[in-house]
């Protein structure tokens, strides 16, 4: 197959390259590396040639160019070199795609986990965004506490001169509209119609200082525009050459007190300069006030020093107050911040929770088809694979079944499992003698199952002593009981005696069998405990030789016997020959070979141990 034509690349490089590396690893590492690539550049701008976006179909061309060259690779002989295929260019719609394409968003549950993960950044960002709003808060203090402070500071003092004016006479509603015609209109005859007012209406010194007042209120305010304070001065330059004209030094004194200060807040504005240097020329050369005022004027920023030090004094108690109501605001917003960032939190972790639900489903999915049974023998498996089968409330012998046996499902690591490496890695670099008994056993290496295994015990011995039983009741020891049965020929032609003679061996065997059991069972003290303290309270074990099983014989001595009638009398009950009953049981054939050496021998003769191994040595080196 030959890909000599195809769709043109993407103007972008950076995308062209992206596409063709993605290709090719695609290609290489089959399907589920695509649907990979698809999770994980969800919703990245540079990689939406996956979801049918710019590029798909220079993706879907490269892509099965590299299959085919991977083809082509793999069907080569060993050494030869795969060179430019001759044959006919295939169009690209005949192209097989190498999946599906992707008409939407990933797949379901990889686009329900991008769902979720969305909503967490879009909270953590509200927490942000509220850290932020709590930190614009803090910031602007400073400012809202010098703007507040400038408005409480003039309304008070706005509030003072009201109450100043309703107590010497003057009427507010007459005298501040007045007063606000001079901010639109500086003529002549605006600031006669005011002077007039004034001479009228404030005839003595006390309405002359609280008109004086207003006025100095209205050169402090912000509010008060750069025109009219200059008309404010006109009208002054009027009444002080008023006062010159008609000799009236005491009013000329007083407007020698605030003339400079309202030149100093004047000369704040560059506009104002020439202006305002022009009137005091004015002033001097009428000579309207005293030297100390002309001294002032030529010096005004010594002046507006002065004042913003007497203004600050009185600010300052406000500002206080101001910047008290604030902080307590900032706390309150902290507070709010505190809870509303609580409440996204339990939003994230319940978020959170969701998704790791949702990827242990998909695990436990992917689980489900995995084959976990082993494939080899029971007995070639480690043995921790007996784990599961063995539940620790369990204290019986329970014959587990091989097929029962499963491999572990494949998990991620853990902070478990790597604590537990660590502890191992540990202890080989430099272990502690005091974490192993006498044994060399790790103390702390079963703690936690002992621990449960002790709880399961306990609650196993209390429910017990309440049916008044104990825990060796639940301990039954499968040894073989052997019957002694009679063959059909000696059964037709015995009575009652042999039935009678074999149920009284059969019940005494048993007796024999259920003392020895009994003396063999391991009480509860002296049973073996899997802990690590009780395994270092007891040292090593403690092996005792089996008994020998009662043996029992397969055809019952008739009563006929005389040997055995004699054997009676002399105390025999009916076990192997012998006072202990240990001895040959089954009656000698007439005849039987025997060797030289026993051939006088009673049939209630013992085997000698050692001469039997001396027979068998002797035997051996004969050979």
Not at 355 to 366: G, S, V
Request: aromatic share 8%.
């Amino acid at each position: 197959m030959a890909f000599r034509t195809g769709p043109p690349p993407p103007a972008d490089h950076q995308l062209k390259l992206a596409i063709e590396r993605t290709a090719l690893y695609v290609a290489q590492n089959g399907p589920q590396s695509e649907i990979e690539a698809r999770r994980v550049n969800y919703g990245n701008p540079g990689y939406q040639f996956l979801y049918n976006g710019e590029g798909s179909t220079y993706y879907q061309f490269c892509l099965a160019k590299e299959i085919n060259n991977l083809a082509q690779i793999a069907k080569a002989p060993p050494g030869a070199v795969a060179g430019p295929s001759t044959s006919q260019p295939v169009p690209l719609n005949s192209i097989p795609p190498l999946l599906p394409p992707s008409e939407g968003p990933p797949p379901p549950i990889d686009a329900e986990i991008a769902a979720l993960e969305g909503q967490i950044a879009q909270l953590r960002e509200q927490i942000v965004q509220s850290e932020r709003n709590l930190q614009a808060h803090d910031a602007s203090i400073p400012d809202q506490r010098k703007f507040k402070t400038e408005k409480a500071f003039c309304q008070k003092e706005e509030e003072r001169i009201n109450g100043l004016m309703e107590k010497i006479g003057i009427v507010r509603d007459d005298f501040v509209p007045l007063i606000e015609t001079l901010s639109s209109s500086g003529s002549k005859d605006t600031i006669s119609k005011v002077k007039h007012w004034i001479f009228d209406h404030a005839e003595n010194d006390q309405k002359r200082e609280v008109v004086l007042t207003y006025f100095l209120h209205r050169f402090r305010s912000a509010e008060t525009s750069d025109n009219m304070k200059l008309h404010i001065l006109y009208l002054i330059n009027d009444w002080a050459y008023y006062c010159d004209r008609k000799k009236l030094t005491n009013i000329r004194q007083t407007l020698s007190r605030y003339v400079p200060k309202f030149f100093a807040l004047a000369s704040q504005s560059s506009v104002l300069s020439p202006k305002l240097d022009k009137l005091v020329g004015v002033w001097e050369g009428g000579r309207y006030f005293d030297d100390s005022c002309f001294k002032q004027l030529r010096n005004p920023a010594q002046i507006l020093s002065m004042e913003q030090v007497a203004l600050n004094v009185e600010k300052q108690k406000i500002g206080d107050e101001i910047e008290k109501e604030l902080r307590a605001n900032l706390a309150q917003y902290q507070k709010q911040h505190q809870e509303y960032e609580k409440h996204i939190q339990v939003q994230i972790t319940a978020l959170r929770a969701k998704i790791e639900t949702i990827k242990r489903q998909q695990q436990l999915k992917a689980m489900d088809k995995l084959d976990l049974k082993p494939k080899g023998e029971y007995y070639e498996l480690p043995a921790g694979m007996i784990v599961p089968l063995l539940p620790p409330e369990e204290f019986g012998f329970k014959v587990l079944k091989p097929e029962d046996l499963r491999l572990p499902p494949p998990t991620d690591m853990n902070d478990m499992l790597l604590a537990q490496v660590d502890r191992f890695y540990a202890m080989v670099n430099a272990p502690r003698m005091e974490d192993f008994n006498s044994d060399g056993w790790d103390i702390r290496g079963l703690h936690e199952f002992d621990n449960l295994k002790a709880k399961y015990r306990q609650e196993l011995l209390d429910k017990l002593k309440e049916e008044d039983k104990t825990i060796e009741d639940l301990i039954k020891e499968n040894q073989p009981e052997y019957h002694t049965e009679s063959d059909s020929d000696s059964a037709s032609s015995s009575s009652s005696s042999s039935s009678s003679y074999s149920s009284r061996s059969r019940s005494r065997s048993r007796s024999r069998s259920r003392s020895r059991s009994r003396s063999r069972s391991i009480s509860p003290e002296a049973r073996p405990s899997f802990s690590a303290n009780a395994r270092a309270r007891e040292g090593p074990p403690v092996f005792v030789k089996p008994s020998e099983p009662t043996t029992s014989f397969k055809t019952p001595l008739p009563p006929t016997n005389k040997g055995a009638q004699l054997l009676q009398r002399m105390g025999w009950e009916g076990g192997g020959l012998g006072a202990d009953g240990r001895g040959r049981a089954e009656p000698v054939d007439i005849g039987g070979p025997r060797d030289i050496q026993d051939q006088f021998r009673g049939i209630g003769s013992k085997p000698d141990e050692f001469e039997e191994y001396r027979k068998q040595m002797s035997k051996r080196f004969a050979k």
